[in-house]
């Protein structure tokens, strides 16, 4: 079970209108990559913060913690932004390498923030949008843009296979360990090697049977959701 | 309705798992198919269901050979259905409720009448607060009454049933015999199982299949007297029959039939 997935369901705003809520993502997300102002971004930042975390009542820890993941990489860009190589004294803070400079100047400095500000404001509108919308209504967003069948297919089969995937994942890896297969560093090797191995198999054996379930179920080739 | 007539089934690899296997599910309202792990059960199932070509033989709807064309097939699998042995793949979308309306809306059908449909039938499996569940949060017993459910809104003339009691403790197989002696009085049922008790009580018609044949046939109270069959395919006999045969009782059809008389 993943927990962004099981966050889309349960959250307060799981059933609210899809559309209003991509609409507003969508206003936020343009605003930022449009106008290059640090404030407005903080404000959409702090305001999307408030959505996922008040209005749709997402424990603020999870929240940080699943932003945690993302912001690692945002800093580690951020730091290589940052921090510039030049002959001459351009910079605010400096160390000396031989005869060059390496630090941070002003141009950077300011650079970086609005940067910065810019992601933390799409990746917490991103992330509002799919952690308080249940894939099936995402769907219905995708379908009123008219995206094309076999586009709106995939993204069904692959959030389908992303659960069957953890799943088996999961249960061979429980039992390699149950069977002391992780012990040392040799035997994790074979083990992890194995359970690669019957993964694939075991998706591929699944992927016959799912056929078989959507055959039964008499698809024609069109995910129908419903409006 | 359906018989089937002479088949053979042999998988890619040369496992032969279906012989001449003559079946007519005209010989009772609930058709029970036993037999021990391996033994076909599933394999005879995905044959009538056409998802498998038998090899040789054919498999006969109302009189006609089964057509295994694509049209002909649609039409076919509006009328024969089934639930499989394991629920986790018979649920397809996230949602129980989009689940349950996806046969519905390949079909065609319009909204209001799906949303109408839904609620019958989750009366009818008693999975009525489950609705707006995500599948993938529902435990075992629920996912089963929920694939039974996904395979009911179609209103199919024959359901079939791979193991419907596998997995489900007493409460749950009791609830499970309760929806299946509903739904015989609506449409044919064959049901396959290695739980001896829950066919014996659930079926008035019974094959026997060991090794991919069809050792021996009848109902119930026949079959469950035949020792040597029974042995043959690996069975074990309905505790009903056990204390008939041990403790000299009439034999009795249910639990609550011997209940009734002895107290
Ligand atoms: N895809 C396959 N390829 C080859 N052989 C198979 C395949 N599926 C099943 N078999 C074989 O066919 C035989 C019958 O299998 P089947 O699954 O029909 O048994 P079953 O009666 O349903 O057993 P269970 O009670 O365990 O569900 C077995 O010997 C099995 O190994
Ligand atoms: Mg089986």
Sequence with gaps: MLIIDKYAYTNKLADSNPFNKFIIVVISLGITTIINNIYINLMIFAFMIFLTTIAAGIPFDKYIKILSIPMSFLIISIITILISISKTDIFLWEINVFDYFVGITRVSVDESILLLTRVLASITSTFFLGLTTPLNNLIRVFKRLHLPNSIIELIVLIYRFIFIFLGEARDIYLTQEMKFGYTDFKNSLKSTALLVRSLFLKILLDYKDMVIVLECKLYDGEFRIGD | MIKVESLEFKYEDGTIALKNINIDLDKGR????????????????????AILKPSKGVIKYNGEPIKYDKKSLREYRKEVTMVFQDPDKQLFYSKVYDDMAFVLRNLHFSEEEIEKRIHVILEKVKATDLEQKPTHFLSYGQKKRISIGGALIM????LLLDEPTSGLDPKMSKEVKHIIKELSYEKKLVVSSHD???????????????????????????????????????????WLVKIHENLKLPLYRNEEDLLKIRY
């Design chain 2, 155 to 158: 209103d199919s003339k024959v």
């Design chain 2, 196 to 238: 001896m008790d829950f066919i014996y009580e659930c079926c008035d018609y019974i094959y026997v299949i060991s090794n991919g044949r069809v050792l021996g046939e009848g109902k119930p109270e026949e079959v469950f007297l035949k020792a040597n069959i029974l042995k043959e395919a690996g069975l074990d006999k309905p």
């Design chain 2, 30 to 49: 609930v058709v029970g198919v036993i037999g021990a792990n391996g033994s076909g059960k599933s394999t005879l199932f995905l044959n009538i269901l």
